[in-house]
């Protein structure tokens, strides 16, 4: 069955550096778009980098020049490098795969950042 795992979150205090990781198996990983998202205590989930298949991104104006998305198709992975990190960063961050047919979306990663 098609499995994301995020892994990479922690407390980091202001201004600080993670990466995340999404690690996808049971599906043709090169092939499709991959997305994070994240969700802040009492917020809807909103989504925060999308990159392409074929690399191409966007980012949600909050997070532009701060994160960088990109992928390892020859590890089935997506990546998220977070920069400059403030408190209002701080939330659960997932990635999502989405296909025509189905969506699959990893358990969760928790990011906070506070000194």
């Known amino acids: 069955q098609v499995q994301l795992v995020e892994s990479g979150g922690g407390l980091v205090q202001p201004v600080g550096s993670l990466r995340l990781s999404c690690s996808v198996s049971?599906?043709?990983?090169?092939?499709?778009?991959m997305d994070w998202f994240r969700q802040a205590p009492g917020r809807q989930r909103e989504l925060v980098a999308t990159?392409?298949?074929?690399?191409?991104?966007n980012y949600a104006e909050s997070v532009k020049g701060r994160f960088t998305i990109s992928r390892d198709n020859a590890n089935n992975m997506a990546l998220l490098q977070m920069n400059s990190l403030q408190p209002e960063d701080t939330a659960v961050y997932y990635c999502?795969?989405?296909?025509?047919?189905?969506?699959?979306w990893g358990q969760g990663t928790q990011v906070t950042v506070s000194s």
């Open positions: 049971g599906i043709i990983f090169r092939t499709n778009a």
């Open positions: 999502r795969l989405a296909t025509v047919l189905y969506t699959y």
């Open positions: 990159i392409s298949s074929g690399g191409s991104t």
